[in-house]
């Protein structure tokens, strides 16, 4: 089998990762023998990826160059090719070969290019020279637009020339290019050509393919009988692609004769004989050993039974199965030695194999006929695994995921995708800390997950002479394994099937136990629990409580005194962890000798937890430097600590768990060092999960992690549910003056005015609005049009307060919210227009009735005019009761949805008033339009339909009897509301289809605000640079609006292409953006740059574009600064205008939130010192293989000259105070430290929650984030419902506070006093906080203490001195309470 060494590497020690150097690693990709002896004319040195053009695909076409030694002068055929996948190499090599050998009336020479190969300029320009004097150019499977075009451009130059020009399926501009006699594709686009019809339906997906095969079978025979001479250049052309498809050396060396006897001119007078195409099944069932190809998978099985090199439990009816997808160019050309490894090494497990394969990559069909018995409609196989890398229908180019999920859902086994590296050699991604090429993980990463795919594992790596694909044998292994242990989930019965819950601790501390994004964590796993249990899984010993379930995880039962400790499940001694976990020496660099003092009692390592029976609760160990200092200023992450290790060697080897349950968003196994994309077998988090299929609930909102923790510890995430949202609503001062402003508009014209203007000014400025709204001084005089004003000001704040969505309380898994909980969620689906389906939003078409634009009252109220901040209050109160009513009347009297889908019949039935017109008739809005409502209707009970629905625990279950769990987008419910229900295994998108226009549309009205505002409070002088951040998850919900908002910015515009990919940009000119050019410093979140690698690539294109182009620096701040910088560092422009920032990779978060969570943190300096260290490593397009490098300097000069930093917030859900990483990022007070003028940026936060897109400050949405949570009885009561986990939400809101202090000082002082009133003097709530969860509220104690002492809460002595008791009685508490 081709092999690593067989190829001609050097590999230099200083060339290899760290992890490589070390001898106890690399056997894993070398055979057992290595003294090969290479003779090649060209002898080759790959170098490694970080050195050399920069490029991921640093091969060089010269392997692929032939040139025959011309004997008798005879004349010379050039071939020129250009491929996707190197798969064609050898075969085409061969063919040249034999011929050059064998006839004797021409010599060829053949010289081929990857497509990826021409991003190199040099590369590029030998190609341009080859295409010179060539006679045949053949070109296949070109998708990538950018180097489809560089293609298009070289071959257009000499196609007239060009003896024959040959495309097969590729992108339409380049198909176009095809020529042969008179044959030709220049019409494509325009003609009715059969072949044109196949481009051009958008959706027509995977039938693309197949309607080509069928063209491909059919019109040979109908076109011989034609005589024209179009028709039969056109039967050749069909003749080629037969050929093509049929890729054997054979095969390829009939069609060369065959197009150059036919078309190149010195061989005209030549009879030269070929044979017809021998054609090979398009798609059947093929094994390496088999004497045939069989399309009758009984006929399979037959031979299968009889075979004698196999021993006889093999062929048993009880070996598991494994069904295998494999790409049928592969097998036809020969490079197939990575799928008979695949083969072998499941058979050697015992595993019986079917290897299906496909011509036209479309999997549907097939996967049926071949995988599920025809009879019992049942699958014959335990677990697939796809080797094509592909989206199970469509391949590289248009793919049709709902035919995916429907076959995938017939099937009902897991479905696994597995990769070989296709732009890559083995060695450029062994030492790439990227791991897979971009555009890899955009088609074969990406893509797949839309279909439900899972564990994207690397099996197969790429010989840089031959180009062959050879097996990575530690890879195969693992992947093997992993697909029988899924597959063994559908065998054994669910009394012996052993589960391992892992929970989470962030930060590390007992309160802390549990923590998950909006998730009740033990109601939850008590919920799951009993469930299971009425299943038949065995839970012996489960408490008849949640509460009691806390209790027996964090108390040590077996402490005779005060404990600090969990319980403890296991104490593992060092020689046994180190025999259980083979990577244990690696850990020491960073941990030192074990068992080391985290998880450890001195002499052995302790997994926390507790045993039920076949169930295991544990508690995810946490990083382990969160309390260092030292090692949060570290750029790149450490390894995870020997306690870490221990947990999941405990899990695997000796609990022996069948699967892993991560318990809710997020832990830390997914976040450990390696590679992004592709793990090898040293990147930690494949070394961690080990072999144990990984079932994980996340967050539906949080897609975007999601996706990290399905590319990195190979999870099926299933989605669950946040809670169902509230409006805010008013309390105390609040409602006080909502209640003064209602007097106010029936007495305004009486004598009373002044005097409730005056109540409202005093009423406001005690509610501190005096710092959002300018009021007048108490007791001056106001004129009636002022006092209309102040009074519209104040309610247009309070108003906004009141209807802030609030996620109430925490869910709980497997309880789905009633329909009265639903009302606010629909309402604010209700209010968006959704032009794509042509769904009027209700605030729209309230606000026609009246003859208004919705915008405009928007407006209008934003500014605080009176009347419309009235208008605005009606129409949402009419929104809510109109669905209020909706609602009730399809739920029955305990509040649960009955049988929507008859209800709903019956109301948008004729007959019956609906319910919303009902209510309507009786408000200023009885004239609304009757049909645009129905629309609506119909689309709001829909959703109705889909938040109530409960799949939480039915894909749970599902997962664990492994059958396939139905994929489904994450997001924000309220602006996409397919992520309902939940309950489904969450992907992201497609990487290249974002921005969308309507992101664009969005992005320039945020843009235009956020630069208004900017200019309003700075003389009116534009922002120069504007500092900000990019999120993965935001950018999947949005489809990319912050991304667009950068383009905007800098000027240009996003171009799709044919496919709708957008992997370009274009400059809008300076007339048309009528304002300068914006620079800007972009921080992409690590999981942004994970997996959205390919747009950080065009942000640095576009903002290197700008910087380059020729226009007044007044006129382009990006040129302006670039050029300065340039200067200043001695670097040329390009490099000067480097923009696009991350963290190294393999790192996430500046460790700014971990300082803080853990008060390990001595003054501001530190913090900043974390942001600069972690947060200064650069992409660079010019150079996209080297992953990220850091560029300190440029991050530094780049920083001091932003005027503004800036954020946005795009769902409800997740507010500046709700989790860490808002204030993490946050640039602000670093930026005043570098700027010249010391002075501080004007920080701001867009927040697109709901349809009234606003720019505020940040000192703003901190106050109204304040008011909305932390401060507002309905929310930090729904909080308290929840026991336990309640107080930790209350202390987290309090913490992240303060980061927002520590990081921009934009928190005012009253709310550090507001708080301290609410949870501290009130004795009442002070007791209840204390009793449920004392750890929690110690915490709390301390971070108002911790305020107060680092200068971000001034207050009287008595409250510290409270506060000081406070934190001695607690501490005395905790002690007692464990005794």
């Known amino acids: 089998m081709a092999s690593l060494v067989s190829s001609a590497f050097t590999l230099k020690p200083d060339q290899l990762s760290s992890h490589s150097q070390k001898h106890y690693f690399l056997h894993s990709f070398l055979p057992r023998k290595a003294n090969y002896q290479i003779h090649s004319k060209y002898p080759l040195k790959v170098k490694c990826a970080a050195v050399g053009n920069g490029l991921f695909t640093q091969t060089s076409p010269e392997v692929r160059r032939i040139v025959p030694e011309n004997r008798d002068n005879l004349p010379t055929v050039k071939i020129v090719y250009v491929v996707l996948e190197a798969q064609y190499q050898s075969a085409l090599s061969a063919a040249v070969q034999a011929l050059n050998q064998q006839v004797n009336y021409a010599s060829y020479e053949v010289v081929g290019y990857l497509v990826e190969e021409l991003r190199d300029v040099d590369t590029y320009k030998t190609f341009c020279e080859d295409l010179e004097n060539a006679n045949i150019f053949i070109g296949s499977l070109i998708f990538v637009e950018e180097l489809a075009l560089k293609i298009k451009a070289a071959v257009e130059k000499e196609r007239d020339r060009l003896d024959a020009v040959l495309v097969f399926p590729s992108m339409p501009e380049v198909m176009r290019l095809n020529k042969l006699g008179s044959f030709s594709m220049s019409q494509l686009g325009q003609s009715k050509s059969p072949f044109f019809q196949l481009f051009k339906k958008k959706k027509q997906g995977a039938g693309f393919a197949d309607s080509m095969l069928k063209l491909v079978r059919t019109l040979p025979k109908v076109l011989k009988y034609l005589p024209s001479d179009k028709a039969q250049d056109a039967r050749l052309y069909i003749l080629s692609l037969q050929f093509w498809l049929g890729g054997s050396p054979d095969n390829l060396q009939n069609f060369l004769k065959m197009i150059s006897g036919s078309y190149v001119p010195a061989l005209r007078g030549q009879k030269i004989e070929y044979a017809d195409p021998v054609l090979f099944l398009d798609t059947g069932i093929w094994h390496p050993l088999a004497p045939c190809m069989y399309d009758d998978v009984k006929e399979y099985l037959n031979w299968y039974g009889t075979r004698k090199d196999t021993n006889e439990k093999l062929k048993g009816p009880d070996a598991p199965v494994i069904g295998l997808l494999l790409q049928r160019s592969h097998i036809v050309t020969g490079d197939d030695s990575h799928y008979v490894a695949v083969i072998m090494e499941l058979e050697a497990r015992g595993a019986k194999v079917i290897p299906i394969f496909a011509g036209g990559l479309d999997f549907a069909g097939p996967v049926e006929r071949f995988f599920v018995d025809p009879v019992m409609k049942k699958p014959m196989v335990n677990s697939a695994i796809s080797l094509t890398g592909f989206a199970l229908v469509g391949g590289p180019a248009r793919q049709d995921h709902p035919r995916a999920i429907e076959a995938l859902r017939k099937l009902d086994v897991p479905y696994i995708v597995a990769l070989p590296l296709v732009f890559q050699t083995t060695e450029e991604w062994l030492n790439s800390t990227l791991g897979l090429h971009p555009i890899q993980v955009a088609l074969q990463v990406a893509l797949p997950e839309l279909d439900g795919g899972l564990e994207p594992i690397v099996f197969a790596g790429r010989d840089p002479r031959t180009g062959k694909a050879h097996a990575l044998h530690k890879r195969v292994e693992q992947l093997c394994t992993r697909a029988i242990r899924w597959g063994e989930l ?791 419902s929840s026991g336990y986990e309640g107080v930790r939400e209350i202390e987290k809101r309090l913490t992240n506070t303060v980061g927002w202090s520590a990081t921009s000082g934009q928190v005012d002082n009253w709310v550090y006093e507001e708080a301290n009133t609410t949870f501290i003097q009130d004795e009442e709530m002070l007791d209840r906080l204390m009793n449920t969860n004392p750890n929690s509220f110690r915490k709390l104690v301390q971070t108002f203490l911790e305020a107060n002492g680092r200068g971000y809460w001034e207050t009287s002595e008595e409250n510290i001195e409270k506060l000081r008791q406070l934190y001695s009685e607690v501490e005395d508490k905790i002690e007692g309470i464990d005794r």
């Open 490 to 1280: 559908k065998r054994k019965t669910k009394a012996e099937k052993k589960l391992a819950i892992t929970v989470f601790s962030f930060p590390p501390d007992k309160g802390n136990v549990g923590t998950a994004a909006y998730l009740n964590v033990f109601s939850s796993i008590f919920s799951v629990l009993k469930d299971l249990q009425r299943d038949g899984y065995n839970v012996e010993g489960l408490p008849e409580t949640s509460e009691a379930l806390i209790e027996e995880i964090i108390h040590d039962k077996e402490a005779q005194f005060s404990s600090p400790n969990l319980n403890i499940a296991y104490k593992m001694g060092v020689r046994e962890y180190q025999s259980l976990t083979p990577y244990a020496t690696a850990l020491e660099e960073n941990w030192g000798k074990p068992p080391g003092n985290l998880n450890s009692d001195g002499e052995n390592l302790l997994v926390y937890g507790k045993q039920y029976g076949n169930v295991f609760i544990g508690v995810q160990p946490t990083f382990g430097y969160e309390g260092d200092p030292m090692r949060l200023l570290f750029s790149k992450s450490a390894s995870p600590h020997h306690g870490f290790a221990a947990y999941y060697s405990f899990v695997e080897k000796i609990f022996k768990a069948d699967a892993v349950l991560h318990f809710g968003t997020h832990g830390s196994l997914e976040f450990m060092p390696g590679k992004q994309v592709g793990m090898s077998d040293v990147c930690y988090p494949d070394s961690l999960i080990g072999n144990i299929p990984n079932v994980y609930y996340y967050a539906a909102n949080n897609p975007s992690e999601a996706t990290i923790a399905k590319r990195r510890s190979y999870a099926n995430t299933i989605s669950y549910l946040t809670p169902p949202a509230e409006n805010a609503g008013l309390y105390k001062g609040l409602k006080q003056l909502s209640e003064l402003i209602s007097s106010y508009q029936s007495l305004k014209d009486t004598g009373r005015g002044p005097q409730i203007v005056s109540s409202i000014i005093s009423t406001a400025k005690q509610c501190n609005l005096d710092k959002d709204v300018e009021l007048p001084d108490e007791g001056a005089e106001v004129s009636a049009k002022e006092r209309d004003l102040v009074v519209g000001k104040v309610y247009s704040k309070i108003m906004e307060i009141e209807s802030r969505l609030l996620p109430c309380g925490l869910h709980v898994i497997g309880e789905p919210p009633s329909a009265l909980e639903a009302v606010a969620t629909l309402v604010n689906i209700a209010a968006l227009d959704r032009p794509e389906d042509e769904i009027a939003s209700l605030p729209s078409i309230l606000a026609e009735t009246v003859g208004r634009d919705i915008e405009d009252i928007y407006r209008g109220s934003d500014k605080g005019i009176l009347k419309d901040v009235e208008l605005l209050r009606q129409i949402t109160e009419a929104s809510r009761r109109a669905i209020s009513a909706f609602v009730e009347k399809t739920t029955n009297k305990k509040g649960q949805v009955v049988d929507v889908a008859n209800k709903l019949s019956s109301i948008l039935g004729f007959g019956i008033n609906e319910p919303w017109i009902q209510y309507l008739s009786n408000t200023k809005f009885y004239r609304a339009d009757r049909a645009k409502l129905r629309t609506l209707f119909e689309f709001v009970g829909e959703c109705l339909k889909l938040v109530v629905a409960d799949n939480e625990l039915g894909s749970l279950k599902q997962a664990l009897e492994g059958k396939y769990v139905e994929p489904g987008p994450g997001g924000d419910p309220i602006r996409n509301p397919k992520v309902l229900p939940t309950g489904k295994n969450i992907h992201a998108l497609d990487p290249q289809a974002i921005p969308t226009t309507a992101a664009m549309q969005s992005a320039k009205v945020v843009v235009d605000r956020l630069i208004e505002r900017q200019k309003v409070d700075n003389g009116g002088k534009y922002p120069e640079t504007v500092a900000l951040v990019l999120w993965g998850t935001d950018n999947i919900k949005t489809y990319g609006e912050s991304l667009a908002q950068v383009l905007w910015m800098i000027g240009v515009r996003p171009v799709s292409d044919t496919f709708g990919r957008v992997n370009r940009v274009e400059p809008v000119s300076l007339e048309e953006l009528g304002r300068p050019r914006i620079d800007v410093v972009v921080n992409c979140s690590g999981v942004f740059r994970d997996l959205f690698i390919n747009q950080m690539n065009l942000l640095d294109r576009a903002v290197k574009m700008v910087a380059e182009l020729d226009e007044p620096e007044e006129q382009n701040y990006v040129r302006k600064h670039a050029l300065e910088q340039a200067k200043a560092l001695g670097i040329d422009v390009r490099e000067a205008a480097t923009r696009v920032f991350s963290n190294a990779s393999g790192s996430y978060s500046s460790n700014i939130n971990l300082a803080v969570e853990n008060s390990s943190w001595n003054d501001e300096k530190q913090l900043q010192d974390m942001y600069l260290s972690r947060k200064s490593f650069a992409f660079d397009c010019d150079a996209p293989g080297a992953g990220m490098s850091e560029k300190r300097k440029v991050f530094e000069m780049a920083l001091g000259t932003a005027d503004a930093t800036f954020q946005n917030l795009d769902s409800s859900e997740i507010s500046l105070t709700d989790v860490s990483h808002y204030f993490d990022s946050d640039p602000t007070n670093l930026v005043q430290s570098f700027r010249k003028d010391g002075k501080k940026p004007n920080a701001y936060i867009a927040d697109t929650t709901t349809a009234n897109a606003q720019v505020r400050t940040l000192a703003e949405t901190v106050r109204l984030d304040a008011r909305t949570k932390l401060l507002n009885p309905k929310w930090y009561e729904g909080m308290m």
